[in-house]
């Protein structure tokens, strides 16, 4: 059997950098658990306007907590905090971003959410995510399964509460050019560019496949290929993903495997971000999907 670590010490992982993965993975057990006395929305709004549900107050501070003690993290921006935080006593510089519970609107129909991790080695969090460290995300489905890379592919474990540790699922993912689509939106207020993609996946015979969890979505196109995306509209022309907290851990995951990530026009991981709320339109999926979309986008 492989462990989560070591795997990431095959890799060359320095042991700081091993002991956050492993820190913040591990947090995952206590999150689960916290669902069931954890199901109602609370009478508070997120940074983004968004009405929170317990369990996304409950793992930001839980995480937040954890995270700030552990003396590894010297900055840290939650999709739930309005301010990015700095922890002074910090040891090492690395920096994190994270969505404490992505999803969270399926707590109550008890469908797949997750939790989405992106780390840089120093510089702050307003950084590109193609100088991502590492990225990972986990799934809480029928598996807790954790999904991570150091830069070197992308690999998936599965979490075992008899010996409490991660144990490898998937040493290798490569996304195929699969023929399944899923869209957020309101379609009467989609743009043109976007009402085109749509056309052509009609047209192409693409199966509509999505699940309303990004994570979940994203689990999806490394397995089965495709593309899942939120696009830019006429009342929200940057779309509603976070740059930091989900389009650029993601990505980096996608991307890991083979895939692509991208606004329509241009490569998202390239951006760079002006501030931690940042909203960006999100393709995300197979690589020659992703040529066609910007093709497509290019040409009007």
């Known amino acids: 059997?492989?462990?989560?670590?070591?795997?990431?010490?095959?890799?060359?992982?320095?042991?700081?950098?091993?002991?956050?993965?492993?820190?913040?993975?591990?947090?995952?057990?206590?999150?689960?658990?916290?669902?069931?006395?954890?199901?109602?929305?609370?009478?508070?709004?997120?940074?983004?306007?968004?009405?929170?549900?317990?369990?996304?107050?409950?793992?930001?501070?839980?995480?937040?907590?954890v995270v700030g003690e552990s003396g590894l993290v010297r900055e840290l921006a939650s999709e739930e905090q309005a301010d990015i935080i700095r922890f002074e006593n910090s040891r090492c510089e690395y920096c994190m971003v994270m969505d404490p519970l992505d999803g969270s609107s399926l707590i109550s129909t008890n469908l797949a959410v997750g939790t989405i991790v992106g780390i840089y080695e120093n510089g702050g969090v307003l950084q590109p995510g193609s100088k991502l460290r590492a990225a990972f995300y986990t799934l809480f489905g029928p598996l807790t399964v954790l999904v991570v890379s150091v830069g070197k592919g992308v690999q998936s474990f599965a979490w075992d509460p008899e010996s409490e540790h991660y144990l490898l699922l998937k040493d290798h993912f490569s996304v195929p050019e699969g023929k399944q689509y899923g869209t957020g939106g309101v379609r009467n207020e989609w743009l043109l560019p976007h009402l085109k993609v749509i056309e052509y996946f009609d047209q192409n015979g693409f199966k509509i496949r999505y699940s309303g969890s990004f994570v979940a979505d994203c689990h999806q196109l490394l397995v089965y290929g495709g593309i899942y995306t939120y696009p830019g509209s006429e009342k929200s022309p940057n779309g509603k993903f976070r740059l930091l907290?989900?389009?650029?851990?993601?990505?980096?995951?996608?991307?890991?495997?083979?895939?692509?990530?991208?606004?329509?026009?241009?490569?998202?991981?390239?951006?760079?971000?002006?501030?931690?709320?940042?909203?960006?339109?999100?393709?995300?999926?197979?690589?020659?999907?992703?040529?066609?979309?910007?093709?497509?986008?290019?040409?009007?």
């Open 245 to 300: 907290f989900e389009a650029n851990p993601l990505g980096f995951i996608i991307t890991q495997a083979g895939g692509r990530i991208t606004d329509g026009r241009r490569n998202i991981l390239n951006i760079v971000p002006e501030k931690h709320h940042q909203k960006t339109p999100v393709y995300i999926g197979s690589k020659g999907i992703i040529e066609k979309i910007e093709e497509i986008y290019k040409n009007l």
């Open 1 to 65: 059997m492989v462990f989560l670590r070591k795997y990431l010490e095959s890799c060359g992982c320095e042991p700081d950098l091993i002991a956050l993965i492993r820190l913040i993975s591990r947090q995952m057990d206590p999150i689960r658990k916290a669902f069931l006395d954890n199901q109602m929305y609370e009478h508070t709004l997120n940074a983004s306007g968004e009405l929170q549900a317990q369990m996304d107050t409950w793992a930001d501070e839980h995480l937040i907590k």
